[in-house]
């Protein structure tokens, strides 16, 4: 008899992990999939063409920062209590703030006319020089773009942008 309900726990506890799976599990596979698929597209989340003004910067900066430090607490707690999905949303999540921090940059450096690889460079040249990066980075802040079009747009907005 006892054999009999230690099969039927098995059989729920193998039932309950395939319904979370397909509850949260997969729609956070095919979102993710979903993301990055439209993410990179003009004029979206992650895209680097265009241009970005001051104001626009410093907004979307501050999301990031608040972003990557929810992502990071999210990472750990699903890490530390061994929840998969919790553990694998924080993840992702972190991933696009960086991959959103990257395309800020980009197009914060389209509005003074330089590449937006000059942004990945000097972010990798500076990993050994931290308090550098940060001045560059403030003179990224406060710089003013060009006023006219470049190769890259046409002048931004006043407002802010996403």
């Not at 095919?30 to 597209?41: H, K, P, Q, R, Y």
């Not at 553990?87 to 991959?99: M, Q």
């Not at 931290?130 to 710089?143: A, C, F, P, S």
């Amino acid at each position: 008899m006892d054999s009999i309900f230690s099969v039927l726990k098995d059989i729920t506890k193998a039932g309950f992990s395939v319904w979370m799976f397909l509850s949260f599990g997969l729609p956070l596979i095919l979102s993710i999939i979903a993301l990055f698929v439209c993410g990179f597209e003009e004029g979206s989340l992650f895209s680097w063409r265009g241009r970005m003004n001051r104001r626009s910067y410093l907004v979307n900066l501050i999301v990031i920062i608040f972003s990557t430090f929810i992502s990071a607490f999210i990472f750990f707690y699903g890490m530390s209590n061994h929840y998969t999905v919790i553990f694998i949303f924080g993840a992702v999540t972190f991933l696009c703030s960086i991959f959103r921090s990257f395309a800020i940059l980009a197009r914060r450096l389209h509005d003074f006319n330089f590449s937006g690889m000059f942004g990945v460079a000097l972010y990798l040249m500076s990993r050994g020089l931290g308090d550098v990066y940060k001045r560059q980075d403030l003179l990224i802040l406060i710089w003013p773009g060009d006023k006219l079009e470049n190769k890259y747009g046409t002048a931004p907005i006043s407002k802010v942008s996403f």
